[in-house]
């Protein structure tokens, strides 16, 4: 039997400097399909290649993952500046307006990272280009130096809203989790309802209000040990529920917690 298909946003990266290519971390594949339970497909996110009604008929969900180019800060109508560090105009053109399509539609989505921003800037929202800057910020950046352990090791709690589809899944109001953003949500955009946030204020779990479907995201990285860590398999089980049943022909609201 063929498994649902989970499309994942890549990202454009010059090997050595000079060979362009297009990827995806190993993490997030692994997480789809060994927690997930689905088939983990790489998309070239560049309209060159794909178009989003293609795409939209291809998939039965989408992952969108973090990544070191920021959105572009003319999508929420600000200027470019040193701060706001690199871009990929090309993931911008497929992403921004594929999220505002999956969730008129219905059709899951699970966000992670860059991908969070990218769900707040499609629906209208602003980001800081550098949160640690801010007054009574903490440092959320990826440490500069360490193994892989090192840099995904927890680091701060998320205190999540009592009731909340992200309690409801966790079957917790605080959990721990990794930081590895310098960019982070500064006004919210229209239906995003933060539903988790560090201990600096920093919101860290979002959900798209009375979306039809499964419409979520985390500023953290859950892909990392998702199969064995207590919040991302069961976030990444939920998100395997909910392409599952979209497969499966479902197309009412489908945010099953267990």
């Not at 560049?46 to 998939?59: H, N, W």
């Not at 801010?134 to 440092?139: A, E, I, M």
Request: aromatic content about 8%; hydrophobic content about 40%; charged content about 20%.
């Amino acid at each position: 039997m063929t498994r649902p298909r989970v499309g994942i946003i890549g990202n454009q990266y010059l090997i050595n400097d000079q060979y362009p290519a297009h990827a995806g971390g190993t993490m997030n594949a692994e997480a789809v399909a060994e927690v997930a339970g689905a088939m983990p497909l790489l998309i070239p996110a560049d309209p060159r290649f794909v178009t989003v009604p293609e795409l939209l008929d291809s998939f039965d969900g989408f992952l969108f993952t973090g990544g070191r180019p920021n959105v572009h800060p003319e999508e929420y109508g600000e200027a470019a500046t040193e701060a706001h560090g690199a871009f990929d105009r090309a993931r911008d053109a497929i992403a921004l307006p594929l999220i505002r399509a999956l969730v008129d539609r219905g059709q899951p989505f699970f966000a992670i990272c860059r991908g969070f921003q990218e769900v707040n800037v499609a629906m209208g929202g602003t980001l800081h280009p550098e949160i640690r800057d801010l007054p009574g910020r903490l440092n959320h950046r990826m440490l500069p130096d360490g193994t892989l352990e090192e840099k995904f090791a927890l680091r701060h709690k998320v205190t999540l809203t009592e009731g909340g589809v992200f309690h409801r899944i966790l079957g917790a109001t605080e959990v721990m989790t990794n930081t590895l953003h310098g960019q982070g949500i500064k006004t919210p955009g229209h239906r995003v309802v933060i539903e988790g946030l560090a201990p600096d204020g920093t919101p860290e779990a979002i959900r798209i209000e009375d979306a039809p479907g499964f419409a979520l995201s985390v500023q953290w990285h859950p892909e990392y040990k998702a199969a064995c860590d207590p919040v991302s398999r069961p976030l990444f089980e939920a998100f395997g529920r909910a392409v599952a049943a979209w497969a499966g022909g479902e197309r009412a609201a489908v945010l099953r917690t267990a």
